[in-house]
Antibody
Framework: QVQLQESGPGLVKPSETLSLTCTVS??????????WSWIRQSPGKGLEWIGY???????NYNPSLRSRVTISVDTSKNQFFLRLNSVTAADTAVYYC??????????????WGQGTMVTVSS | DIQMTQSPSSLSASVGDRVTITCRAS??????LNWYQQKPGKAPKLLIY???HLQSGVPPRFSGSGSGTDFTLTISSLQPEDFATYFC?????????FGQGTKVEIK
């Protein structure tokens, strides 16, 4: 079955760029039925949708983060990526990648990675 | 952004109890409402999509209802493995938003 796995640094310095990778196994990011999403969870802000990218590379972002976020995809590696610029302590959270089934489940997130904790601190 | 408000924030219940959690949207979202279960240290798990459709593999004691702005997740007979936090999520408009969560604890 399809599985997602996040990877990347667990510690990022303030003002620097957070970069995470999500590797998809058991399925393809080339599917036209899904969006590939990033979601984060912090005690202060709960669950927050960051954005998604489709198989053709077209992204859509949460307006609250749009000025700082980039999501991209590499179909040859079956991976998609998150970059968040100019991070502060408020960006400390568990970051999840997830599959958004817009084709069959009305944009529900049906598969999630295990999550990766990212701390912003000097 | 559409605000999602869950109630209660937490509840205590016993095995076998019927449990109901509500979620209210700040504007109408038709049936674009999904429910998730999250256990400590784990990712959320999809339970119900499009308000009332049971995700494959989820026990039928879970059910969802509602449309417009008011939605309900019901657990008909609480089992030990159901003690967790539950979240609703609207997928009607971008940005997708989540409720703050309802923690179901053992009485």
């Amino acid at each position: 079955q399809v599985q997602l796995q996040e990877s990347g640094p667990g510690l990022v310095k303030p003002s620097e760029t957070l970069s995470l990778t999500c590797t998809v196994s058991g399925g393809s990011v080339n599917s036209g039925s899904y969006y590939w999403s990033w979601i984060r969870q912090s005690p202060g802000k709960g669950l927050e949708w960051i954005g998604y990218i489709d198989y053709s590379g077209i992204p859509n972002y949460n307006p609250s983060l749009r000025s700082r976020v980039t999501i991209s995809v590499d179909t040859s590696k079956n991976q998609f990526f998150l970059r968040l610029n100019s991070v502060t302590a408020a960006d400390t959270a568990v970051y999840y990648c997830a599959r958004d089934d817009f084709g069959g489940r009305g944009d529900a997130f049906d598969i999630w990675g295990q999550g990766t904790m990212v701390t912003v601190s000097s | 952004d559409i605000q999602m408000t869950q109630s209660p924030s937490s509840l205590s219940a016993s095995v076998g109890d019927r449990v109901t959690i509500t979620c209210r949207a700040s504007q109408t979202i038709s049936t674009f409402l999904n429910w998730y279960q999250q256990k400590p240290g784990k990712a959320p798990k999809l339970l119900i999509y499009a308000a009332f459709h049971l995700q494959s593999g989820v026990p039928p004691r879970f059910s969802g209802s509602g449309s417009g702005t008011d939605f309900t997740l019901t657990i008909s007979s609480l089992q030990p493995e159901d003690f967790a936090t539950y979240f609703c999520q609207q997928s009607y408009s971008i940005p997708s938003t989540f409720g703050q969560g309802t923690k179901v604890e053992i009485k």
